[in-house]
């Protein structure tokens, strides 16, 4: 059998999401129309085009720039039913990403979601534990109100003596005792990524680094949009029966393309976080702290707590959100409220911002009360809005925006199915998490290396352990980020559809907010690993790098301005980096996405 016929006897496609791939994807979708377009590809964007993959649809995916490189990088990086909510009273989304924290946890991806228990410190007896405990039973209730268990223990109460030994790092002369609940957390762009990639696995033509310019109509109708390859600077149509427009806090911008008015406003809410190092003060669990505007979430992240968040309006450049000094000073101060030793500025060795996309009817809410609840709307036929919502949730998102579009075509197509599908490196975790120790005699590697790695990358891992089989020096750490190793950056670049070194350094890692330098360090070298894989010549090494390094220049100076506008302005300093031409056209690698399996 040749190989030709061999490929068309395939069910799904590879498992890499490197340039050749993407090359065949946008081949394959410049050359014959697809059933749904999605347009997006953070966590619901990418999620919709798994969701209708597994229905056996045709699906094209674009995204402007890197995969979550908007919201859904710069989370709280929790999964998490929103204990907060219940005051709201707003029952029916608690229960409803509750059960999804239940099947991420136990189904769907094991190897990155993880259990996270939390204290909520009490200030006042009685009726402050009696209050706060009620909502926490409540949680739990609703926990087990799916189809299968929460995967997480039930809430606890503490004294405060009990308090002493699990958390001494808090100041116990403000506080009596807590209460303690689990939730679940996630590297968030990591998510996303494997998420783009198992699409890609089930059939969808996924593309980084392409972005719609516009729609292409008949009459009324939306048909398409014309694409820009950003890395190559190709112009080209892309035919679609549905498109789904996923694009978050960019909504707006996208439905004014087809020129007219949607049918609900999406507006941005800044969030800010903090990294500092675990050992600036000591808790065996992390912290759900009320603030006068919202709440603050002390959140366990490895060798770091990162806290967080601020809810403000946010008006200005939408891609890089930027952090100010009093965002950060806000932050300080009200943890501090509960710390013995008090954190300040030197101790803070990352800050990030992103965008919340919230569901508006009007100017008058602050964003703090607005809903995250998603809608799903047909503007105009042809094309799919889905807005709002939150990341635990993305499936029911993604699900109910193919439904929409599935509903508006010819033929039944079949329901969604993705509570069943896990995501790659999902399969067999738990197997390979008991053998860890000797997977790590087998490759000469310390365990704990192992286990950092099945975390991230689950049965993958695998293919990170043949690269440093081929090559011992992959299993280096990066300077300054000893957390990662070489491999990872190769890996992220022929497996992970990294195209630049922020794409490695930002977001297949998490170098630039959990390094004291921001990744400075490890930028040239990383950058060095991309060339070979990437086709990089010197000198686009050296624009890589220096554009990281003014990136990270540019953040740190954000940061120590007083208000939004001059933190906006100090960001957009730093320039962004588009090269034409080094990533392989349709002619390099060929017209079908075949040819490049």
Sequence with gaps: MNSSAKQRKRVSRSRKLGPKQRAAAIASMREREVDVLVIGGGVVGAGAALDAATRGLRVGLIEARDFASGTSSRSSKLIHGGIRYLEQMNFSLVREALIERGLLLQRLAPHLVKPVKFLYPLQTPIAERFYIGAGMAMYDAFS??????????????????????????????????????????????????????????????????????????????????????????????????????????????????????????????????????????????????????????????????????TDTDWELDKAHPAATAADIDYILDNVNEVLMTKLTREDVEGVYAGLRPLLSAGEGASTASLSREHHVAHTVPGLVIIAGGKFTTYRVMAKDAIDEAAAAMDGKVPPSCTEEIPLLGAEGYRAAWNKRAKIARAFGVHKHRIEHLLNRYGVLTDELLEIIRDDPSMLEPLPGADDYIRAEVLYACLHEGALHLDDVLARRTRISIESWDRGVAAAPVAAEIMAAALGWDAEQVEREVNTYNRRVAAEIDSQQLPDDESADRARLEAPEIIPMGSLPTQETVGTRASDAQ
């Design 144 to 309: 087990y109100t799916g189809f299968m268990k929460p995967g997480v223990p039930r809430h606890r109460h503490y004294t405060k003596k009990q308090l002493v030994k699990q958390a001494p790092g808090l100041d116990t002369d403000k506080i009596i005792g807590g209460l303690a609940y689990y939730d679940a957390q996630v590297d968030d762009a990591r998510f996303v990524s494997t998420l783009a990639r198992t699409a890609s696995f089930y059939g969808a033509h996924v593309a980084s680094r392409v972005r719609a310019e516009g729609f292409l109509k008949v009459g009324e109708r939306v048909v398409g949009v014309q694409a820009h390859d950003l890395e190559t600077g190709e112009r080209f149509e892309i035919r679609a029966r549905q498109v789904v427009n996923a694009t978050g806090v960019w909504t707006g911008d996208t439905q004014a393309m087809v020129g007219t008015r949607g049918q609900f406003r999406v507006r941005a809410s800044k969030g800010v976080h903090l990294v500092v190092p675990r050992d600036r003060f000591h808790s065996s669990m992390g912290l759900l702290l009320r603030t006068e505007r919202s709440v603050l979430f002390v959140i366990p992240w490895g060798r770091h707590w990162i806290i967080g968040t």
